[in-house]
């Protein structure tokens, strides 16, 4: 497997067996290959990228070069030699989970998601995964055995192999902070609804069909060939799906990286409740929750820390509540308190609520003191957050 990009992980049956198999797939997912070049001397191994075919997509692409944006450059086919392409049939019913992991894999794949332009910009703040679900009818493929033409100077890649058949495709995708490695290691093994996944992690969704629709109208990860033709119903004619890229030889650079945000495990635990009033003139059933975000996203709601406790003026009661958020640099995480107290005769009366907050960087750790105060009532609370295991 080349070294062009990271690798991506799709079931593909294996000729002969029967048999469906996991297996993972890189950007030179068919094989590295050998081409001469109208250098007699020059011959060049590479790889190719296998993308969304965009609308419009034809069979006299194959052998035309493309720019490094995938844009078709206006000249005649490279291999002005090469035989008619080759139709191999395809069956059967397939699916990938495709992670976005280079610049040039976001470019191939950005006409046919609809992405306005793949910017080096968009690379930075913007994580993209895929889910397909497919049925082919067919490969057309160009023979590049033959010598290829000098190409313009602007070409970086040829149309290689076109994919026929029907297709639904949910593409996945957030900020890079949001959409972590975690978050993408979650993706390629979740099974059930695709819109849950997304709403679970603060996701984007597009979903589009082509000749293939899920049933339910809920995108689901089917990951057999039986699931997909019982979740999935054909309803439109055979298109071209996916579109198959070789890099030029002479034009070849190594494709730059995506990089995942790997984010940190952070524990936060309240340490000690310190009750200065605890609202009335004997010992007081206090109950107290914790409620937390994860910069404007709610992680925690009405999180127990104290369940009918007695307290009284001026005691210091231990607190075990505490939760592991995952976080990258930058984050803010802020919790804020509530609950009630109340004596044998009165109704509950609310407690004041007290705010928390920290912000998370380099070397981390931090400890404070939560406070709140009414006129019945007042307390504070020790917290300590670090990096699990620091």
Not at 4 to 33: M, T
Not at 199 to 215: C, D, F, N, V, Y
Not at 305 to 328: A, P, Q
Request: with cysteine; aromatic share 10%; net charge neutral.
């Amino acid at each position: 497997m080349g070294g062009f990009r990271q690798p991506f992980y799709a079931y593909r049956r294996f000729s002969g067996a029967g048999v469906f198999a996991f297996v993972i797939l890189g950007a030179c997912a068919s094989g590295r290959r050998e081409v001469a070049t109208s250098d007699a001397n020059e011959k060049l191994t590479f790889a190719s990228i296998k993308a969304t075919a965009p609308t419009g997509t034809y069979s006299e692409q194959l052998g035309l070069p493309f720019d490094r944006e995938f844009n078709q450059i206006p000249t005649g086919t490279l291999f002005p030699d090469a035989p008619t392409p080759r139709r191999v049939p395809a069956a059967g019913f397939k699916h990938e989970l495709v992670t976005v992991d280079t610049q040039q894999q976001l470019a191939a794949n950005a006409k046919g998601w609809g992405v306005v332009q793949a910017s080096s910009k968009l690379a930075r703040e913007s994580r993209f995964a895929s889910y397909r679900a497919y049925q082919l009818s067919q490969v057309e493929i160009l023979d590049d055995s033959s010598t290829m033409r000098d190409p313009p100077p602007q070409a970086i890649y040829y149309a290689w192999k076109i994919y026929y058949g029907r297709s639904y495709e949910a593409v996945v995708s957030g900020n890079a902070r949001s959409f972590t490695a975690s978050v993408r290691a979650t993706f390629l093994a979740f099974d059930g609804g695709i819109s849950g996944f997304t709403k679970e992690h603060s996701l984007s969704l597009q979903a589009a069909g082509i000749g293939l629709q899920p049933r339910s109208g809920e995108a689901i990860f089917a990951k057999t060939p039986r699931d997909i033709e019982t979740l999935y119903q054909a309803v439109g004619d055979v298109m071209p799906v996916f579109i198959e890229y070789r890099k030029i030889p002479s034009r070849a650079t190594p494709d730059v990286v995506i990089k995942w945000v790997t984010p940190r495990s952070i524990d936060l635990s309240f340490g000690s409740l310190h009750v200065i009033k605890d609202g009335t003139a004997g010992t007081t059933p206090w109950q107290l929750q914790v409620s937390c975000k994860q910069n404007a996203s709610d992680i925690l709601k009405d999180e127990p820390v104290l369940d009918e406790v007695r307290v009284s003026d001026g005691s210091d009661n231990s607190l075990t509540w505490s939760h592991l958020f995952e976080v990258v640099d930058g984050d803010r995480i802020s919790c804020e308190t509530s609950g009630t107290f109340h004596d044998h005769i009165t109704t509950p009366q609310g407690l004041p609520g007290g705010r928390m907050g920290f912000t998370v960087g380099a070397n981390f750790a931090r400890a404070g003191t939560l406070e709140a105060s009414s006129a019945n009532a007042e307390y504070s609370i020790s917290w300590d957050a670090r990096v699990r295991g620091q």
